[in-house]
């Protein structure tokens, strides 16, 4: 995995837009870089934008939301709006880039951020939910938050103090390191569960012995299963007499109630009986005289109908002559309209042939008429076409008036192209004329173009011949620069190789520091024999003026040498830069003579036409003449306009006469505004009004046809009706209409007579019935209800306390059994629990302690073993001098101890170290935790932080070589960052932070 850009906005102090390209220039071409700033500038900001984007994290916040970031002012630059931070980078499935992003919302507050992973190659987004492409960043990374940190961002300053630690601190700072607490929780949880089940077992053993006290000894269990088995019997026995008690006073209700049943339904008999005499005096006299009726009924209905029928055929008789004369008066009215149309008196058949001749004539004229009106108009178009060469428009002059406008417009135009006077040859028109003159003119400006271009060009010679003179004296002066400077160099670097051989004098004396402490008064030295040991406690003094002063010699000849370089390299920069221009000088001569000849041979019809003039002077000539010819052709081209405008205005006042005579004819046949509708109206109105009456008249003499045949059949039903109803007693046929009732009448009162009839019949046979269930009861103890109800109240209150007393031996006998079911539920799951609690035993004797110390100090145990063996493969690139070990048994376990391969592999604690051989260890376990974090995972990029400013200058100068060979064995992308300024002289690529008045920072990459 390695990172290729960092593009962030108005992330805490670095506010607006910045880019970081890791993968470009200078970043990734000059081995390590430095993020360099005072303290507060931004520059652990450019790592907390690194893990927003790709976590939505930061090291020093472990949860951002929009809540924490609004109470807290973090991450979003004070008074912005919005921010983001977008990560591009690159790993074994290809490129993608992840973008965090937050912004406020138009009412204030901040929207929820939002994560989003883009994947490079096939430009589309993963997902839209931040937590699927959080997941699938982990995955295309292969690290989790907590292992990108410890992979990617290196803080050696923990395993500085790590290696001076005793065993308790180192354990706890090796669980923060790694991340690896869980070890102390499994050990405390296993202490835990051991526990709780040990307490569970030991409370349902309690348990048990409370519920033994609780059972029945086996003399009370058999006399209360006896005494049960009696009150059993008893209780049947109670049971069945009850059961047979309540029988008896059921009945006995039972016939209480028919009694009263019975009474009440005889009754209603009565008043049923009463309902049906005041019935029959009612109405029994119409029912009958109706009855007396219905011998002829069907013939006294139909008779009735068909003088019903008489009535309404005489009604609708005299409507339909009514309606025949209205009919009349309307078709004279329209006959006189059409008459009047037609200017003639017209016979009725003769009145629609009159109509459409008519019509005919009149829509012949129009038709004239409108293809003289389309006739005017596309005249008009052409008219119009013509007049806008002119900028003319025929709108409400007359056509008269018009024409002699455009006659006076024309004789002026004419007198115009008479007055230039232009010649032209016999073959030559005035299109080819202007086209041969703005060729030439083209030809001028192109002269013109390249004759300037060519005085440029000679001016552009004489001054590379200028520049080229004074090159030459400037290079004259570097060979007598440089041996001035060699000459320095050779003395410096002399003084410089006495100084180191002094120094490494010191660094002997140094090295001895460890043998000092073995030497023993009176004993012998294991190096020289002496038994005198005057250093072994005061040692000489170091001289500290011996650093400074080698550190400034190695400055000043790496100045030098820096110096030399850079001369030499101006020098043959220089010298380069002569002969190219002295060939570029050489090239402009010839391209130069080139031209000329060119522009001679190009334009020597153009030059030709000078005759003492100027380019200048001809292409204003030449102008002027085209301005002529085209004002010509635009006088030739109004002329011929003009002229055709007066042609189609004589058309168009021919074609307005012709509209005029027929328009005089049109009115002289129809002054109205439609004829045709007029026609089709008259036409159809005729029409209809003749179909009506006629349809009229054919119904009138059907009607009284009709009439006739009814009148026939009603005096023949007359005839035969009347002695029929004399013999039923009735007088006259009106008499017995005036008897008869209405249909729905009569059926009503037939009815309710059928149903008062049925009711009484009813109400017998019920009476009837409720007497014979009374004959049927049986009483087995009972007569009386009032003794039935108080037998059975006695004997209920005897069955109910006999049966509470079963309840209770009952509840007794169950609650024993209950007892025996839970002891041996509870044997048995004390059994399985003593079977499961087996391994929490062994692994809490093994484990478990309530601090969890014990299993965390076993785990951090193997992590720092882990830890020192990737260390050790770190390290013997860096300096093969040294490797880290634990403790020996006989050795302080309080301590970390380096094997000293320069020094026959003596140990010595790591505390002996120095600065820079503390900084290495350190450096070496940070690379190791990093292996260990990212495992199979390939790291391209590291950013190590803290610890450079607590080095001297030698101890950083050695640090930074380590780091270099690191950077070149690996081709890893390595960032420093820090404050210390030494670094910007060491190294040369940088990215540097500046804070401004106002808190906001600046960021710039140099290299």
């Known amino acids: 995995m390695k990172i290729e850009c960092l593009h962030f906005k108005n992330i805490n102090s670095l506010k607006g ?21 005072p303290t507060g500038s931004g520059k652990s900001t450019l790592l907390d934008a690194i893990c927003l984007a790709l976590y939505a994290r930061t090291p020093r916040i472990s949860s951002v939301t929009k809540s924490k970031i609004e109470q807290d ?18 790993c074994n499935s290809g490129s993608f880039v992840a973008t965090w992003s937050i912004s406020s919302k138009k009412k204030g507050g901040l929207r929820e951020y939002d994560l989003d992973l883009w994947d490079a190659q096939i430009e589309k987004s993963f997902s839209e939910k931040k937590s699927e492409n959080r997941e699938e960043i982990e995955r295309l990374i292969g690290l989790s938050y907590d292992q990108f940190v410890k992979s990617v ?12 630690s005793n065993e308790k601190e180192r354990s706890e700072l090796l669980e923060k390191i790694t991340n690896t607490s869980i070890y102390r929780q499994i050990g405390r949880k296993v202490f835990e569960k051991h526990n709780a089940l040990k307490s ?27 005494n049960k088995v009696e009150l059993e019997k008893l209780e049947q026995a109670q049971k069945l007499k009850l059961s047979r008690y309540e029988k008896d006073f059921d ?111 009149y829509q012949n004229l129009e038709s004239q008429k409108q293809i003289k009106l389309s006739d005017y108009k596309s005249k008009l178009e052409i008219l119009n076409r013509e007049l806008e060469v002119l900028d003319l428009k025929f709108k409400t002059q007359t056509i008269p008036d018009f024409r002699s406008e455009l006659q006076d417009k024309l004789k002026v135009s004419k007198q115009k192209v008479e007055g230039f006077a232009i010649q032209f040859e016999d073959d030559t028109s005035l299109d080819e004329s202007i086209k041969a003159k703005n060729q030439l003119l083209n030809q001028i400006k192109e002269a013109k173009h390249e004759e300037k271009s060519l005085t440029e060009l000679e ?16 290079l004259a002066k570097f060979p007598k620069l440089i041996s001035e400077k060699e000459t320095a160099f050779e003395i410096l670097k002399k003084e410089v190789i006495h100084l180191e051989t002094e120094k490494e004098n010191q660094n002997l004396r140094l090295e001895v520091e460890d043998l000092r402490k073995q030497l023993l008064e009176n004993e012998p030295c294991p190096v020289c024999g002496s038994k005198s040991h005057p250093y072994a406690e005061h040692k000489p003094a170091l001289d500290s003026e011996l650093d400074k002063t080698l550190k400034t010699k190695k400055d000043e000849l790496q100045m030098l040498s820096k110096a030399i370089e850079t001369l030499k390299a101006q020098q043959h920069l220089k010298t380069e830069r002569v002969e190219e221009q002295e060939a570029e000088s050489e090239s402009l001569k010839l391209n130069l003579a080139q031209r000329k000849e060119a522009f001679a041979k190009h334009f020597e019809f153009v030059l030709s036409q000078l005759q003492g003039k100027t380019l200048a002077d001809i292409e204003l000539s030449t102008n002027r003449e085209i301005e002529n010819l085209e004002t010509t052709k635009q006088l030739q081209a109004e002329i011929q306009a003009l002229e055709n405008a007066i042609s189609v205005l004589d058309e168009l006042h021919q074609i307005k006469e012709k509209g005029r005579q027929l328009k005089a004819e049109m009115t002289a046949l129809y002054a109205g505004e439609n004829l045709n509708d007029l026609v089709s109206e008259l036409k159809k109105n005729w029409i209809t009004l003749n179909s009506n009456l006629s349809s009229t008249r054919k119904s009138l003499s059907n009607e009284k046809e009709n009439l006739s045949r009814v009148e026939s059949k009603r005096l023949q039903l007359q005839a035969n009706l009347e002695p029929k109803i004399k013999a039923s007693a009735f007088s006259s046929i009106s008499e017995a209409n005036s008897s008869r009732m209405k249909s729905a009448d009569y059926q009503a009162l037939s009815q309710q007579y059928n149903e008062l009839s049925e009711r009484i019949q009813i109400q017998k046979e019920k009476l009837k019935g409720i007497k014979a269930q009374i004959e ?14 108080l037998a059975i109240a006695d004997l209920s209150k005897t069955f109910e306390n006999t049966k509470k007393d079963l309840e209770e031996f009952n509840r007794q006998l169950k609650n024993n059994s209950d007892l025996l079911s839970e002891l ?15 391994k929490w035993e062994i692994l809490n004797k093994l484990i478990g302690d309530a601090t969890g110390t014990e299993f965390n100090k076993f785990a951090q145990d193997l992590s720092l073993q882990r830890l020192i063996h990737l260390g050790n493969k770190r390290l013997k690139h860096l300096n093969d001098r040294y490797e880290l070990d634990r403790y020996l048994p006989n050795e302080d376990k309080d301590q970390l101890y380096v094997i000293d391969h320069h020094m026959g592999g003596m140990r010595r604690s790591v505390k002996t170290l120095s600065g820079g051989e503390t900084f290495l260890m350190s450096l070496a376990l940070a690379l190791g935790l990093s292996d260990l974090a990212s495992r199979n995972v390939e790291i391209n990029s590291l950013f190590i932080d803290e610890g450079f400013g607590t080095l001297d200058p030698e101890t950083l100068d050695v640090t930074l070589d380590t780091l270099e060979k690191l950077q070149a064995e690996s081709n890893k992308t390595i960032g420093i960052i820090s404050h210390v300024s030494t670094l910007k002289e060491r190294i040369q690529t940088q990215i540097v932070l500046d804070r401004n008045a106002q808190g906001y920072s600046q960021l710039k990459v140099i290299g």
């Open 776 to 789: 049927n009861l049986k009483f087995e103890f009972f007569t009386n209800k009032n003794e039935a109800e």
């Open 251 to 361: 009945q006995l209700k039972t016939k209480e109630t028919l009694d009263q049943e019975l009474q009440a339904e005889s009754k209603k008999l009565k008043q049923y009986q009463l309902d049906f005499e005041e019935f029959q005096s009612k109405n029994a006299e119409k029912l009958s005289k109706h009855s007396k009726t219905l011998a002829f009924e069907e013939e006294l209905l139909e008779y009735n109908a068909l003088a019903e029928k008489k009535e309404s055929q005489v009604e609708k008789i005299g409507s339909l002559e009514q309606e025949q004369a209205q009919l009349q008066a309307q078709i004279e009215d329209v006959k006189s309209k059409v008459e009047e149309l037609l200017k003639t008196e017209t016979e009725e058949n003769e009145i629609e042939k009159g109509l459409d001749e008519l019509l005919a004539t």
């Open 153 to 164: 961002l290196l803080s050696q300053g923990e395993f500085a103090t790590l290696l001076k």
């Open 73 to 90: 002012g973090s991450i979003l630059t004070k008074f912005q709006t919005e921010a983001f931070a977008k990560v591009k980078f690159s």
């Open 17 to 37: 837009e910045h880019e970081i390209k890791f993968d470009a220039s200078p970043l990734n071409s000059g081995g390590l870089f430095a993020i360099i700033g």
């Open 824 to 838: 041996k539920r509870i044997e048995e799951s004390i059994a399985e629990e003593q079977k499961a609690n087996r």
């Open 459 to 474: 001016q552009r010679s004489a001054k590379l011949n200028e520049q080229i003179k004074l090159d030459k004296e400037a």
């Open 200 to 226: 569970k077992i030991s409370s349902q053993k309690t348990l048990m012995e409370d519920l033994k006290l609780k059972l029945l000894s086996e003399e009370d269990l058999h006399h209360k299963q006896k």
